[in-house]
Structure formats: C-alpha cells, structure tokens
C-alpha cells in the first residue's frame, strides 16, 4: 500500500499572526497545486484563525499544538477541539514531548484528548517516544509500548485512518542531535507492528508514521527514505518558509 506523505510544520511558542501572514504568503506560491505530499502548519492558538482565513482554499492544511479533553467549561487558559475546528483546523498534535515533560500531560489526559479531537472531527497524531536516559537503557520499547497500550481504546474508536503518529526521541528535539535512519526506521517499524498486532494488520497498513526530532532540508531525504517512515514532524525549521518548502519538495522526491 502506497501511503502519502504528511509534512508536519509545528511552530511551536514562535510567530505573532502578523508574521504567520507574512510566512503563508511567502510559502504559498512556491507550493504547486498538489505538493505531491500533505503539507500541515501548526501555529500558536493566537494565530489560528488568521491562518485559517489565509488558507481555505489553499493546499496547505492547518493543525493545533493541543487542546483540552473536554468541549466547553472553566478551564482558564484552555481550548477546546471545537473552538480549533472553527479556526480551519483538520488535524492536532496529542502527546508532544514539550506537553508531556514541562506541562505534565499524562497518560490518561493523553487518552481523553486523543477523544476529545475525534469528537471535534480533528486528525490526532499522536506523539511518541524516549528520553536520552530511557534510550541508553534500552527501554525505547517499552517506552513506546506504554505510551500506545494507554491510548488503545482511543486509537480503536479511530479506526484504520483516523490518527497518524510521531516517532520523535525526545533527545533529538531542538538539540540539533538527529536519529539515524536505521533507529528512525528501528522505532517506526515497531509502532506499525504494535499497530498490526494489537489493532488490526489493515492499521498498521494503513498508518502514517512520522518522524521528528531536528529534521532540516539537509538531512530530509535520508530520514524519509526509510520503508516505515511517511513523513515528518519539524521544529525550528518549519520557521523558514525556504527551508521548509526544501523538505516538502524532498518528501515529493522520496515518494
């Protein structure tokens, strides 16, 4: 099964929706019609809405960092997967290492927003994998494992389609450090064979599984070459609309 790449672009706490504009309006004509791949943006919160006029009718999709497990209520501070599907957004981001490690989302909070965005009609992907520490002592597995087994119901209620995930080894986020392709393709083919053995052989064949953790436009095509990897999940250079059109035009390459 030939699956399509997902080039993720995730800002992170980076750009006022002044300098979003500027950024779709950069990037946008240097896109063709079909980028031979899906491309996805994922500004702050305060951007969304601007970023979404900017782009309904564009081959650009939108995504969220987060949102919060339940649809409404007295949650300062919080969004809910409704109000980001009001801005355009189709897809969000659950369980990024940022999320995990600084702000303390658990398991079980991971599970609820993993429902949360179905309810929403959102695309989650799901983010995985270890620390520097967990890795040293062989325990991206069972890492790993854990992270998926807490999610399984959600991720049945899915379906063969209706979640995509990140590998990103949390020592390679930002530190410009980058997995190899050989431990990229190593995690990626253990999360699809987790998928087949515990969903069903159809998911697994199904699934796109990215990569993430310091992809840049000089080491893109190596680290989307490999059979189990379907794209991408980018930092800091997602900021640059030059560098990130680089990659997009690498994963049209690689497919």
């Not at 940022?98 to 993993?114: T, W």
């Not at 080894?169 to 392709?181: K, L």
Request: hydrophobic fraction near 40%; charged fraction near 20%.
């Amino acid at each position: 099964m030939s699956r399509r790449m997902l080039i993720a672009g995730n800002w992170k706490m980076n750009k006022t929706p002044q300098e979003t504009e500027a950024f779709i309006n950069e990037l946008l004509p240097t896109l063709p019609s079909d980028p031979g791949a899906d491309v996805l943006i994922i500004p702050p919160f305060t951007s969304l809405d601007r970023a979404g006029r900017l782009l309904s009718h564009a081959a650009l999709a939108l995504g969220a960092q987060d949102l919060h497990f339940e649809p409404s209520g007295a949650f300062t501070g919080a969004v809910s997967g409704a109000m980001l599907a009001a801005c355009g957004c189709r897809y969000v981001l659950v369980g990024h290492s940022e999320r995990r490690h600084i702000f303390g989302d658990s398991d079980a909070d991971l599970s609820r927003k993993l429902n949360a965005a179905l309810d929403a009609g959102l695309h989650p992907i799901l983010c995985l994998g270890e620390t520097l520490e967990e890795r040293t002592r062989g325990e991206m597995e069972a890492v790993v494992t854990r992270q998926l087994t807490s999610v399984c119901e959600a991720l049945r209620r899915a379906g063969d389609t209706g979640v995509s995930y990140a590998y990103e080894p949390v020592w390679a986020i930002g530190t410009g450090e980058t997995a190899a392709p050989e431990q990229a393709q190593e995690a990626s083919r253990f999360v699809r064979t987790w998928i087949g053995e515990t969903l069903a052989p159809s998911a697994a064949e199904a699934a796109r599984i990215l990569y993430g953790g310091s992809v840049k436009p000089g080491n893109a095509c190596e680290l989307l070459s490999p059979p189990d990897i379907d794209g991408a999940l980018i930092g800091g250079a997602s900021l640059r609309p030059d560098a990130f059109a680089e990659i997009i035009a690498a994963a049209q390459t690689g497919d």
